[in-house]
């Protein structure tokens, strides 16, 4: 065990918590070091405080920017105290020993979210924090680094449970979180450099991330998760405020990010359902209940145990829809009060409110973990804004509009991506496929099937319109829409074989129009 606590250095931005802990240590005969705010915030509380220029015998210079980085500070918090030689050292030049350091740095990503200037960021960059942080903890063994003000309580704890010492496990622990707390440091201010010089893809990216949730287990129960939040202020899951429910696990994070960032694609009122992070059925509608019903209806067998996002405040009457069966999540930009009463006679279903809709057409990075390695991208992010007519049919007004909204869904369906829609509602959707006339096939049988469950004797593709989310090889998969009943196609065209392709559309009757844009989503 450690000797007790006898000198402690405090310099904080942030002062959550600083009186109450000042005071503890005070009482309990530890001498405290201190600068600037943090000193005075003491001082107010009625804590006693030596300031560093005077304990070093050297002032703060630079405005500041010169205080702690010295060897009467620095051989205080590294000094090995069982060592004669260090302890030589310290008594030549009269060097006291700092056991606790508590310290957080200048608030570097907050000043950068708030679109400070160049100038005002770089002046956030911490440096004496930094290396006090990195020099206490490397000597964890004598010195207690403390970088989180939830910490002091523990501390508290520690000395009063130990007559005021920390055990050695505990100071390890905080070493350990204050070498997490500098590496993000530097890799916000990394990531920020590399913004100003524009560039996307650094040569060396560095990633931080703050663990909201261990989970029980991940994709499988053998299979240990956690959920990170890397402080992107973009609404989603990440950010959401969850009303009800069990603890959200791997598959439901997964699930409801991509249900949520589908529903965000549209200005106008829809509803997504998705299922393992495909949709079961998408729609459009002049009421969150109506839009909720004919997604519902395209695929009501998957729609089970599904995830559902709204891209408008839920209300009661939709509320009452979704309660008729099994939804794991439900997650809106917000829930209103009839909605919350209803959907609390479901205990089981997870309710999130996302406080706004997320910007589908914003910039940002995903990122995709490889043996050895990882995939860095930004977001597919593009908006459908250039379409042309390659066949000798136009399309119509309606078979535009269902177009436009079957090429934006099936930006969101795993490839190869096959969505059958219309009158702005999916009735058919092949997903995950490894030939795109399969993938046509299966969504060509599931319009079959929704029309048997609303009890209609014809297919719900006849006079729908189909999107690919990439060009077809062949003019297989674009016959089989047509058999389908599709009288429009939408695609990003660029096969070697796309007269082969624009032919056959012809001959069907078809409306055809490339893209020049491809969806993939793997």
Not at 399 to 422: C, G, P, Q
């Amino acid at each position: 065990m450690s000797a007790p606590i006898r000198r402690a250095l405090i310099s904080v931005s942030d002062k959550t918590g600083l009186a109450e802990f000042g005071q503890f240590l005070a009482k309990n005969g530890v001498e405290i070091l201190s600068t600037g705010g943090s000193a005075k915030a003491l001082r107010d509380a009625g804590v006693d405080v030596v300031e560093v220029s005077e304990h070093t015998g050297f002032p703060e210079i630079m405005d500041g920017r010169v205080k702690t980085l010295q060897p009467t500070i620095h051989g205080g918090l590294l000094a090995v105290r069982d060592n004669p030689q260090h302890i030589q050292a310290m008594k030549d030049h009269n060097i006291a020993a700092i056991d606790l350091l508590v310290v957080n740095l200048y608030p570097f990503e907050a000043t950068v979210a708030k679109g400070a200037d160049f100038d005002t960021c770089i002046e956030n960059i911490d440096i004496g924090g930094p290396a006090l942080i990195r020099a206490g903890a490397k000597n964890h063994a004598f010195v207690t680094v403390v970088v989180d003000p939830s910490d002091y309580v523990r501390v508290m704890d520690e000395m009063t449970g130990g007559a005021g010492t920390t055990s050695a496990a505990f100071r390890r622990t905080l070493a350990h979180r204050a070498y997490a707390r500098t590496a993000a440091y530097d890799s916000a201010i990394s990531r920020w450099f590399a913004e100003q010089e524009g560039e996307t893809f650094p040569q060396t990216f560095t990633l931080s991330g703050a663990l909201k949730q261990t989970m029980r287990y991940g994709e499988n129960p053998h299979q240990d998760a956690a959920f990170y939040v890397n402080g992107e202020d973009r609404p989603g899951v990440a950010n959401a405020v969850q009303l009800q429910g069990k603890e959200l696990s791997y598959n439901n994070l997964n699930d409801t990010d991509a249900a949520f960032e589908l529903v965000s694609e549209f200005d106008d009122l829809a509803c997504a359902i998705i299922k393992h992070a495909n949709p079961c059925g998408v729609s459009l509608g002049g009421s969150l209940k109506e839009a909720y019903l004919k997604a519902l209806s395209c695929d009501s067998e998957s729609a089970f145990g599904g995830i559902v996002a709204l891209n408008r405040t839920l209300d009661g009457a939709t509320a009452e829809e979704i309660v008729k069966i099994f939804t794991e999540v439900v997650i809106a930009p917000d829930i209103d009060d009839d909605a919350k009463a209803i959907l609390a006679t479901k205990k089981n279903i997870r309710v999130l409110s996302a406080g706004a809709m997320a910007p589908a057409h914003e910039g940002g990075l995903m990122i995709k973990s490889l043996a050895g390695g990882f995939l860095l991208q930004g977001r597919d992010n593009k908006v459908l804004d250039d379409m042309k007519v390659v066949t000798k049919r136009q399309p119509s007004a309606r078979e535009m509009a269902d177009l436009r909204f079957a090429f934006t869904i099936a930006k969101h369906v795993k490839s190869n991506a096959i969505v059958y829609a219309k009158n702005a509602m999916t009735v058919g959707v092949g997903a995950g496929q490894m030939s795109r006339v399969n993938a046509s096939r299966i969504a060509a049988f599931k319009a079959e099937a929704a029309a048997a469950q609303a009890g209609d004797s014809e297919s719900w593709a006849k006079g729908s319109v189909v999107s690919s989310d990439a060009f077809f090889p062949f003019a297989d998969g674009l016959l089989a829409a047509a058999e389908a009943g599709a009288t429009a196609v939408i695609q990003p065209g660029g096969s070697i074989r796309d007269e082969d392709v624009i032919k056959a559309a012809d001959d069907a009757g078809l409306a055809m129009v490339f893209t020049g844009m491809r969806h993939f989503r793997h």
